[in-house]
């Protein structure tokens, strides 16, 4: 089985910078996946770590350590619209791609 | 040109009765899958579907049935419908079945009554 573990709610202010941390345990571990989902949306993909490091893409970065089982994403110059929730995802080894959700950080950005 | 897309937006109904969402998806991917998102944002995967056939059926009540009568559709009929299935579905698809991002439709907010 997995377990995934995320803070529930954080908060920031505008042009800050914030990081949401993941751990996770898992039976077979096969890439993590950060989504964004504004209030009454659907989720969106932001990022995807499979190999240890950094990835970035504009304000958003995502780190994985596999040693650790942890994972961060990082916003950068925060806006407003970035108050959301912030899922963190991770994909089993099994011959299915099955993704498993943590509970979600909800992120608000206030002036 | 939307890519995964869902009717009905919104269903409320009465305990007991059968209700039916469809979900369609224009990207050309062999994978499907129902997600129920509870009252506490908590995003859990139902079942998947690759090219018409179920691979993925986590422990849902039977009185889910999901149906794909192509790779492009993946509908949920949900028969005798329960307070607790209150919640936001969301269909998604993927290129395949062995990983990569998911893109997800708008959701059903199903409400029992």
């Known amino acids: 089985g997995q377990n995934i573990d995320q803070p529930t709610e954080m908060t920031a202010t505008e042009g800050a910078i914030v990081q949401i941390n993941c751990t996770y345990q898992t039976s077979g571990f096969n890439g993590l996946f950060w989504y964004q989902q504004h209030a009454g949306e659907a989720p969106t993909f932001l990022s995807y770590n499979v190999l240890d490091g950094l990835e970035e893409k504009g304000r958003f970065s995502s780190f994985l350590s596999r040693s650790k089982g942890y994972s961060y994403l990082l916003l950068k110059e925060l806006q407003m619209k970035d108050s959301a929730s912030y899922l963190c995802?991770?994909?089993?080894?099994?011959?299915?791609?099955?993704?498993?959700f943590g509970k979600g950080t909800m992120l608000l950005v206030s002036p | 040109d939307t890519a995964v897309s869902q009717t009905p937006k919104y269903l409320v109904t009465q305990m007991g009765n059968d209700k039916s969402i469809k979900c369609e998806q224009n990207?050309?991917?062999?994978?499907m899958y129902w997600y129920k998102q509870d009252s506490k944002k908590f995003l859990k995967i139902m079942f998947s579907?690759?090219?018409?056939?179920?691979?993925i059926n986590e422990t849902v009540p039977n009185r889910f049935s999901p149906k794909s009568p192509d790779k492009a559709h993946l509908n949920l009929h949900i028969n005798s419908l329960e307070l607790g299935d209150s919640a936001v579905y969301f269909c998604a698809s993927s290129q395949d079945h062995s990983g990569g991002e998911q893109f997800f439709g708008p959701g059903t907010r199903l409400t029992v009554l």
């Open positions: 990207l050309g991917h062999d994978t």
């Open positions: 579907y690759n090219n018409k056939e179920l691979i």
């Open positions: 995802a991770v994909r089993d080894f099994s011959g299915y791609s099955t993704l498993t």
